[in-house]
């Protein structure tokens, strides 16, 4: 794998140390611990690096888009803990948006729901839908207080939208893993989605 001798390499188990993954990515050993749990979403490059030095192929990637668009029936989103728009099925973007045509930085969920006025008219119950972001994104941040994506796309939104600002601010929390949501299609109508 390139990486360097070591005194007393000695293994219990094969295959590579997270201290030796982290370094043949060049992230800390820390960063890549909090990847590896689920606590934080690698930006792009870093998961291309960590893709490139674990030598995977597409696979992965493939096996989940693949899944989503045998959801034909159901839209299905695939959000990172910051409910960054990580993949989404054809069925998802006809109900929400073209994802694809939103630059990757900015395919963040909440973000869209904040600063995209479309959006406002899709949600029929937009506040609730937008207080339910906030709260997720703060247990996020309780999560991961450290997390300078997280810092910085809470202060992109509090600057951009006094309800933010003034939600954010009230420090309740939530997981969204249940609920319905109504929407307001502009070619089909209005849809309550559980």
Same mark, same amino acid.
């Given at each position: 794998? &390139?990486? %360097? ?5 000695? #293994? ?9 993954? @982290? /370094? !043949? ?33 597409g696979d992965q990637r493939a096996y989940v888009e693949g899944l989503l668009a045998q959801l034909t &029936?159901? %839209? ?5 803990? #910051? ?9 998802? @973007? /006809? !109900?929400?948006?073209d994802f694809a045509a939103v630059p990757e930085p900015e395919r963040n969920y909440v973000r869209m ?55 954010w601010a009230e420090h309740r929390v939530a997981h969204q893993d249940f609920g319905s949501k109504r ?12």
């Amino acid at each position: 794998m &390139g990486l %360097p001798e070591r005194a007393h390499t000695q #293994r219990r188990v094969q295959g590579l140390r997270r201290e030796e993954v @982290a /370094e !043949l990515a060049a992230i800390s050993t820390d960063y890549y611990v909090r990847i590896e749990q689920g606590r934080l979403a690698p930006s792009p490059p870093v998961l291309d690096s960590l893709a490139r030095e674990l030598r995977l192929d597409g696979d992965q990637r493939a096996y989940v888009e693949g899944l989503l668009a045998q959801l034909t &029936g159901t %839209p299905a989103i695939v959000f990172g803990p #910051r409910l960054d728009i990580l993949a989404w099925n054809p069925l998802a @973007a /006809e !109900l929400l948006c073209d994802f694809a045509a939103v630059p990757e930085p900015e395919r963040n969920y909440v973000r869209m729901v904040f600063t995209d006025p479309v959006m406002r008219d899709i949600y029929p119950d937009w506040e609730d839908v937008a207080r339910t972001c906030v709260e997720v994104l703060r247990m996020e941040a309780g999560t991961n207080p450290t997390d300078p994506a997280l810092t910085a796309l809470v202060g992109e939104l509090a600057v951009a939208d006094q309800h933010f600002r003034a939600w954010w601010a009230e420090h309740r929390v939530a997981h969204q893993d249940f609920g319905s949501k109504r929407i307001a299609h502009s070619t089909v109508g209005e849809l309550t989605l559980d």
